[in-house]
Each structure stands twice: as structure tokens, then as C-alpha cells.
T-cell receptor
């Protein structure tokens, strides 16, 4: 089992460019999440998906869109990247049974120039 | 005020020492709590859940004090490999969104 995988690992964009971050899980998780992590800020929830076909905004959704393509895949899109979106992005999944332990992918380091 | 607050540290301790971290949370409706460990430039990994009665996993002990709204993590007999950032996490009220603290950095020296 690969767990939660993310691509790419690193990306550099220019302001205004668009890109999609990919996330896939083989843990049969119903729920999936996208976070960003900035120094001194901790992890902040961008969007989440409680099940295939549903998505909801988290704490910092502005400038992002998401797609829950199927149960395995949850993508995050930046339509017009801004320097403020320079961050490390983590995808996570959880089974929702019990206490909602979440399991994270290895992250994507994004720099927007 | 942040919903989950932690002392950022760093805590610098010698091998074999016992070290404790505290974390406070502001949402009294939070029901579930966790400690995650994050190594430099890596993803957070679940260390342990925190149960109301307190729980232990090897050298690690987690405690929850609902009256004072704080969570603690005790590490006994510290190893060099324990050096990492420890993230305190609360499940937000009745939802399943995790609220992360900013983390406490631990450095264990030889």
C-alpha cells in the first residue's frame, strides 16, 4: 500500500500561472483534505471532501478550487497563483470511523515568484 | 486567540531526560485529540490519540484535562530519534475538521 501520495513534490510558478496538485490514496478513506503549512502558522485547512462528489470550504479557501474525482483522488487547483500561496501543501485522508485520525501525504513544496 | 496553542520551544534536553509538552484548546465542544509528530521537511505522522482517562504507548504518555482544557504529552527516556516537532490537534467541535497547534520543537542532544 502506498498510503497517500502527492504529485509533484516540488513546483516553482510565476505569478498568474495555474497548476493542479494531485493527491491519491489507497487506504479506502471516505474523507480527504487539503492543508497548507506556513512557518509559525501550523497547518490550515483549505478544503475537504467528506465523500465522493462533495467538497466544502475550510479555513483558507480563497484562491483555490478542488475536485473529488473519485473515492481515491482529490485535486487542488490554483487558477492564478500569487506569492502569498507559496507554502507546503499536504493532502490527508481519514476513514471517519471513530476519532477521525488523518493520514498525510508527503507534501508539495510550492514557490510562487 | 488561536484555537489550539502550544509553546513553540525549542526544548533542548539530553538523552535519557523526561520532557513534557502542554497544549491548550479553546473550543470546549472538542471531543477528540491527538498528538502528531513532524520531522523536518516531512509530513505529520500520527503519534497517539489522547483519551479522557489518559493513555500510554511505550515511553509516551498523553493526558487530557477537560476542566482546564489542556492536553499534555510526556516523553520518558528521550532518544536522539525523538528530535522533531510535536503537533497538538483537536477535532473541531462536532465536525471532523482537525485544528492544529503550531507545534513544539524538541531537540534531544547526546
Amino acid at each position: 500500500n502506498a498510503g497517500v501520495t502527492q504529485t509533484p513534490k516540488f513546483q516553482v510558478l510565476k505569478t498568474g500561472q495555474s497548476m493542479t496538485l494531485q493527491c491519491a490514496q489507497d487506504m479506502n478513506h471516505n474523507s480527504m483534505y487539503w492543508y497548507r503549512q506556513d512557518p509559525g502558522m501550523g497547518l490550515r485547512l483549505i478544503y475537504y471532501s467528506a465523500s465522493e462528489g462533495t467538497t466544502d470550504k475550510g479555513e483558507v479557501p480563497n484562491g483555490y478550487n478542488v475536485s473529488r474525482l473519485n473515492k481515491r483522488e482529490f485535486s487542488l487547483r490554483l487558477e492564478s497563483a500569487a506569492p502569498s500561496q507559496t507554502s507546503v501543501y499536504f493532502c490527508a485522508g481519514s476513514s471517519d470511523r471513530g476519532r477521525n485520525e488523518q493520514f498525510f501525504g508527503p507534501g508539495t513544496r510550492l514557490t510562487v515568484l | 486567540r488561536k484555537e489550539v496553542e502550544q509553546d513553540p520551544g525549542p526544548f533542548n534536553v539530553p538523552e535519557g531526560a523526561t520532557v513534557a509538552f502542554n497544549c491548550t484548546y479553546s473550543n470546549s465542544a472538542s471531543q477528540s485529540f491527538f498528538w502528531y509528530r513532524q520531522d523536518c521537511r516531512k509530513e505529520p505522522k500520527l503519534l497517539m490519540s489522547v483519551y479522557s482517562s489518559g493513555n500510554e504507548d511505550g515511553r509516551f504518555t498523553a493526558q487530557l484535562n477537560r476542566a482546564s482544557q489542556y492536553i499534555s504529552l510526556l516523553i520518558r527516556d528521550s532518544k536522539l530519534s525523538d528530535s522533531a516537532t510535536y503537533l497538538c490537534v483537536a477535532v473541531s467541535g462536532s465536525s471532523y475538521k482537525l485544528i492544529f497547534g503550531s507545534g513544539t520543537r524538541l531537540l534531544v542532544r547526546p
